[in-house]
């Protein structure tokens, strides 16, 4: 399952590419006004940063102003993946990006049903939002399953990307569900990496390094090949 970070933050991106741990990146517009920034500028840094798709989501209401905001993201950088949302307009703009050969993100999707028509309208992935359907006391990974049987089933070629994803166990769940990718802001990132036992151990060894005697662990007596 490839990892994306949910972020518009410059900091939070680098750092996450220091790692290797991510293959993309996924913005909203709460996250884009979060950063204060000027918008195209910032989004085209993600870009030249990012070895690999960035969504940025569209802020029309119909379908004509998505296909033309989506036309602006698709030139500033061939990693944009534009973003329409799961609605009539969101669907018919998905269908006219993608016959222009404009990878669509559709995003916003709470249902089996509308993942099938994302599929279908042509989008290169679709965001089902697994935190906040958990939020409404429905099952957010339940949605995942359906929709991984639901396109096996035909030759669609949309991914699955989980989107609001909020601790480790959604990470895993969907990577156990067969999900595409996961989507996951910088602090869910940053839990991934962490164990007490790896704290715990990692204290202890060092701790009985420092007792051999310096002139034992002296770099300068390695012998060479
Ligand atoms: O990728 C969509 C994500 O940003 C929404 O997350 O936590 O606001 O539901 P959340």
């Known amino acids: 399952m490839k990892i994306f970070l949910d972020s518009a933050n410059l900091t939070e991106i680098k750092e996450a590419m220091s790692w290797g741990a991510i293959d993309g990146v996924t913005t ?49 950088h061939p990693h944009i993946v534009v973003k329409c949302p799961l609605t009539k ?17 559709v995003t916003l999707c709470f249902s089996a049903p509308q993942a099938l028509l994302a599929a279908k309208a ?20 339940a949605l995942i399953r359906d929709i991984k049987t639901i396109y096996a089933n035909y030759p669609f070629s949309t991914q699955i990307l989980v989107a609001s994803v909020r601790h480790p166990l959604h990470v895993v769940e969907a990577a156990k569900a067969g999900a595409d990718i996961a989507t996951m802001p910088f602090a869910v990132l940053e839990s991934l990496v962490k164990h007490p036992l790896t704290d715990a151990g990692l204290e202890r060894f060092l701790k009985d390094w420092e007792k051999l005697p310096a002139e034992a662990k002296a770099w300068k007596n390695v012998p060479s090949r």
């Open 28 to 76: 909203n517009p709460t996250l884009v006004a979060k950063e204060g920034k000027e918008f195209f500028p910032l989004l085209k840094e993600i870009c030249e940063v990012v070895n690999g798709p960035v969504s940025m989501e569209t802020v029309s209401r119909d379908a004509a102003g998505m296909v033309e905001e989506g036309r602006s993201f698709a030139k500033l």
């Open 89 to 105: 307009e969101g669907l018919k703009a998905t269908r006219q990006l993608a016959g222009e050969k404009i990878r669509v993100n």
């Open 122 to 141: 042509g989008a290169y992935f679709v965001s089902p939002f697994v935190g906040r359907l958990d939020d409404i006391s429905s099952d957010g990974m």
